[in-house]
């Protein structure tokens, strides 16, 4: 038998689970639990990507060690998952001894065959900061199209990718300072070595996208360049064989990352990666196609591993028709999702807008309670409960002989093997909308069929007609189980079946007894997540100058950037803070507080802190420059005046040295925010 091995891209482990990640899982999760139904040997990994810069210096401002950060999150990521039904075999980390194994096997096996070179390349390098910046960690204007404050590798605008030294206007996403350009030795993969290969591959393989094909065909044909696999320390990763500060590039060892996840789990990831009866599907978005449809298989095709079968590409989950926001407060997280709603809701209804193409799915939220409320709850589970609970109630739940309907069953039986066929073909979207028509049709048979009058008239015939209606329940449980499984467990332990699966479509079932038939779901009424507001406008602000207040103590004045304009603030930091630590230091201002005059001076907001007592210890807004938005996630952002006496009552405090408020954690959207005091210390 062939044995599959299905993929989902790894999360990164610096941050939470959000909603935009769970289209991936759950598509791939139901497509993995549609071939175990049909009895194939799958396997589901993946693992937490845990390597690169922003992993060291978040761990670093946080003063923990990367290893505990990275712990934090695989522990949260995986109570999410499960929470959300995602069935992994294995949920592994890239930071594991079968990884560095695996990475240095491929990066010997590459350099030994000549496809790794050493080369002198320019690179960005902060002296304020005292080292290289990755990619992450250098910003400036997209050499493309012009676009501001993007990442040093990929325009997440207009998605091309260029080096570091190329952004123009560069600066440091840790201080802001203007990088320089510095020299340093890196290891060079040699891509253009599998240029034929690659093109090859792309062409012949059916089962790639052509969205995605197409474009990365675009880049071979243009000529591939080397690869730089090479990240200076410091560096939270795998030290490369023989070098002493030069480590992998996370995107090296990330994807070896599914080969290592295999091989904790069967300890033999040779069977699946060399084997001649296997398969191998990822599943990814449209964000990392170049890494997976081009870099991957290259390495792949350079250690003699099997390439992927299929790559299957999603589109971006965009909210209410726009980019998921914090400030918007459409940033919506798995576990605020989770606090809300059912799990299932979601799963159905991202499945029900999954297709075969890459195309980007909204998030409606009156779609959302609409295709709930008419397509799951008033079309299957009422189905579901109207036949069973008529079987409890009038026939002592047992079923008889199910009627002879053959123009029906063959239907039935067409529409069955279609949904079999879409899942088969990735295609959730076709599968979702087939087995909708099926429950159409049972709820149309049992309407006509009128069993609460024909069972006065003729008992036998009623009977035989609410059994035939509960044998295409019973397919429903079968078919939707793949998106729905906990729904379908509970059809199945209502009918007492013992785990059919698609083998066992079909209308044998007879003379069985049934169990008590319950409520699974109900309608949405109301807001689907629940709005929350957060009562303050805080922007990044960088101090441009502080002097001493003319008639206060303690007091500075401060003039300070937020990016578009310039304010001035008094704050009460002078027994803890001397003028030239402050001046460039990024801070936390709250920018709709009522403009007051401290002791003849005009103060236009004011700027926060942590204080346990000992005195004030500023907030840092990691990565962020002047004028970021600083906000709660899942809460909308408000922007009225607050007073000083209304900001009092908001009770912010600091937990596990971050700022929160109502137990959230203020973030920007570049990065965390910080505060070096004990927890429970008042933010003011």
């Known amino acids: 038998m062939v044995k599959t091995l299905v993929t989902a891209a790894l999360p990164y482990a610096n941050g939470s689970i959000h909603l935009g990640h769970m289209v991936e899982y759950i598509q791939a999760d139901a497509y993995v639990r549609f071939l175990r139904s049909t009895g194939e040997n799958v396997i589901f990994i993946c693992a937490d990507d845990t390597h690169g810069s922003p992993i060291e210096i978040n761990a670093r401002k946080q003063g923990i060690s990367p290893e505990e950060l990275i712990r934090r999150y695989y522990d949260e990521h995986r109570k999410d998952f499960a929470d959300f039904l995602v069935s992994f075999d294995n949920y592994y980390t890239t930071n594991s001894p079968e990884n560095k194994k695996f990475s240095d096997f491929f990066f010997l096996k590459l350099k030994e065959k000549g496809h790794i070179v050493q080369k002198d390349v320019e690179l960005t390098y902060c002296s304020k900061c005292a080292r290289f910046l990755p990619d992450r960690y250098v910003k400036g204007r997209c050499p493309k199209c012009s676009a501001p404050d993007q990442y040093g590798d990929v325009c997440e605008k207009c998605h091309s990718a260029y080096r570091t030294t190329d952004l123009i206007e560069p600066y440091c996403a840790v201080c802001g300072s203007k990088p320089a350009r510095r020299s340093s030795r890196h290891y060079f993969f040699r891509l253009a070595d599998f240029s034929g290969r690659l093109e090859q591959w792309l062409k012949s393989n059916g089962l790639l996208q052509d969205e995605a094909r197409n474009s990365v065909l675009d880049w071979v ?26 480590y992998y590039y996370v995107w090296l060892d990330a994807p070896i990352g599914y080969i290592s996840s295999t091989e904790n789990l069967t300890h033999d990831a040779a069977a699946y990666w060399q084997g001649k009866d296997s398969r191998i599907v990822h599943f990814i978005g449209k964000d990392i196609i170049y890494f997976h449809y081009l870099f991957w298989p290259a390495m792949l095709m350079g250690v003699d591993y099997n390439l992927p079968t299929a790559i299957r590409t999603h589109g971006f989950l965009t909210v209410s028709g726009e980019k998921m926001s914090k400030s918007r407060g459409t940033f919506i997280t798995a576990r605020e999702y989770l606090n809300q709603q059912e799990a299932e809701f979601l799963r159905f209804y991202f499945a029900a807008n999954l297709g075969k193409s890459m195309a980007d799915i909204d998030l409606d939220f009156d779609d959302f309670r609409n295709k709930v409320n008419s397509e799951l709850v008033d079309n299957l589970a009422n189905f579901v409960y ?218 236009q907001g004011m700027l926060l802190a942590g204080d346990d007592g000992r005195g004030p210890v500023l907030l840092e807004p990691v990565g962020a420059k002047a004028g970021d938005l600083v906000s709660a996630e899942g809460f909308t952002t408000a922007s009225d005046e607050i007073s000083i006496d209304e900001f009092g009552r908001l009770g912010l405090s600091v937990q596990n040295r971050r700022p929160v408020f109502e137990g959230v954690p203020l973030r920007t959207e570049k990065g965390e925010v910080l505060c070096k005091v004990p927890d429970g210390a008042r933010v003011k």
């Open 221 to 246: 044909e243009k000529g591939l360049e080397d690869w730089d696999i090479t990240r200076d320390g410091p560096y939270f990763g795998f030290l490369i064989p023989g070098e002493t500060d030069k």
């Open 386 to 603: 109207r036949v069973l609970s008529f079987a409890n109630n009038n026939m002592d739940s047992r079923l008889g002989t199910p009627a002879a309907e053959k123009k029906l069953t063959a239907d039935l039986e067409a529409k069955f093997q279609e949904a079999r066929e879409h899942y088969s073909s990735y295609n959730l979207r076709e599968a979702v909308r087939t087995i909708l028509e099926i429950s159409s049709m049972g709820n149309q048979y049992f309407q006509e069929k009128k069993p609460w009058q024909l069972i006065r008239q003729d008992r036998k015939k009623a009977v035989a007609a609410v059994t035939y209606a509960a044998n295409i329940v019973r397919n429903l449980s079968i078919l939707i189980a793949p998106v729905l499984p906990r729904f379908a467990e509970r059809v199945q332990k209502q009918m007492l079946l013992e785990s059919p699966g698609f083998a066992d479509l079909g209308f044998s079932m007879k003379n069985t007894q049934m169990g008590k038939a319950r409520i699974i779901f109900s309608r949405i009424e109301g807001q689907i997540l629940k709005a929350r507001t957060f009562p303050l406008a805080l922007k990044v602000g960088r101090i441009l100058s502080a002097e001493e207040h003319p008639s206060g103590d303690k007091l500075y004045v401060l003039q300070v950037d937020l990016g578009g304009e310039q304010r001035q603030l008094v704050a009460g930091l002078r027994p803890y803070y001397r003028k030239e630590e402050l001046v460039g230091t990024h801070i936390v201002v709250v920018a709709n507080l009522k403009p007051a005059v401290i002791r003849g001076v005009a103060s």
